[in-house]
């Protein structure tokens, strides 16, 4: 696309509509282009407000509105700012919320408590070697091996069942004589096979645990966005209530003694 360019020759504009110094129009176009294109590139990467403020900028040109063009430039400049500001402090809530979210995601997990140790499918797989000759040493060791580490205090799922099924005859290798799987919940019951051999794990400490981080976790989740609704309020309330606030009392003010309009500063 190519550049075109528009002269105007022998144009006359009343004095009311001119906005800022005399012949000082470029000048003022290129700080507004400059503010455009670093306002677009922050955008783009959330980064802090630019190097220059919009609001400074326009009162240095024009202290005071003395026309409906410059009023009208006024209020779009004032909004803008209230945009600005109202965007960055969103963007920076938002990164604070989700930081911390990612940096409390482990400790609502239960990998973080517990352990979960793979060598039950190899022990089956040791005691079904000998389990068809079970006078063997070899069978009473690797027995004995399993169930020792699998009802240890460090196994949060311990074993309470281990049977092995030859035909139609079902054969008790291990039972627990302080819990039974009748005692427990189905959702509590874990259950591991290998070929005739099964066993069943008491998994409710797993499962108290993950209920107890789940419940911790949303109260979590909740404080954050109760917390993050409160600052957006106060934002709200800063950026916006409070400026309307601050121009009602004044306009009150006025309204009561006109004289003390050219005592209020701007």
Known sequence: MGEFTVFFDNVVVSKDNLIGEL?????LAKELLQHE?????????????THFDLMSLVKDYMPAPHSDSEAALFNNVVAANMEERAYNLTVQRLIC??????????LFSLETYSTEYTSNSSGLRFINAYVHDQSTVRFQVALNTYTTFM???????????????????????YRSSSVSTTDLRTA???TYEYEDLVSIMDNSRNNQLNAILGIVRTIFVCAVLTISSVYFSKDTNDLVVRPIEIMLEKVKKISNNPLEAAQIEE
């Open 151 to 173: 009802t240890g205090s460090e196994i949060r799922a311990p074993l309470i069942d281990l049977t092995y099924t030859s035909g139609n005859t079902k054969q008790v290798l």
């Open 97 to 106: 919320i989700v930081i911390s979210i990612i940096f409390t995601v482990p």
């Open 37 to 49: 294109r670093s306002a677009m590139s922050k955008f783009g990467e959330f980064s802090l407000p």
């Open 188 to 190: 509590d019951i874990e």
């Open 23 to 27: 012949n000082g129009g470029w000048k």
